[in-house]
Nanobody, 125 residues
């Protein structure tokens, strides 16, 4: 079992950047496939990014491709989501999630086993 804690959210102006962190405890984060999602008020949870346990496979939603980058620091047991060129429509609660065992890119939130508590990102215009 793994526990996930997100941090790094906040208020930023449009065009700015934030880096979200997802610190894992209990098991090493490289054991898991990791995903990033967000949920805006009144909307369904949206897939943003996927990183395989090996770190060799990355996948991004079209809405964030070229702006968001997922990375991992094994020494800190932490996964990051670097978000650049932020837009007001990026405003949402952001979540990291972990999935154990599958070998394909996972974009469905129902496939993930563990979730963090979320961190709010607000982008002002």
């Amino acid at each position: 079992q793994v526990q996930l804690v997100e941090s790094g959210g906040g208020l930023v102006q449009a065009g700015g950047s934030l880096r979200l962190s997802c610190a894992a405890s209990g098991r090493t984060v490289s054991t898991y496939n990791m995903g990033w999602f967000r949920q805006a008020p009144g909307k369904e949870r949206e897939f943003l990014a996927f990183m395989s346990g090996s770190g060799r496979t990355l996948s991004y939603a079209n809405s964030v491709k070229g702006r968001f980058t997922c990375s991992r620091d094994n020494a800190k047991n932490t996964v990051y989501l670097q978000m650049n060129s932020l837009k007001p429509e990026d405003t949402a609660v952001y979540y990291c999630a972990a999935q154990l065992g599958r070998s394909s890119i996972i974009t469905s939130d129902r496939s993930y086993d563990y979730w963090g508590q979320g961190t709010q990102v607000t982008v002002s215009s």
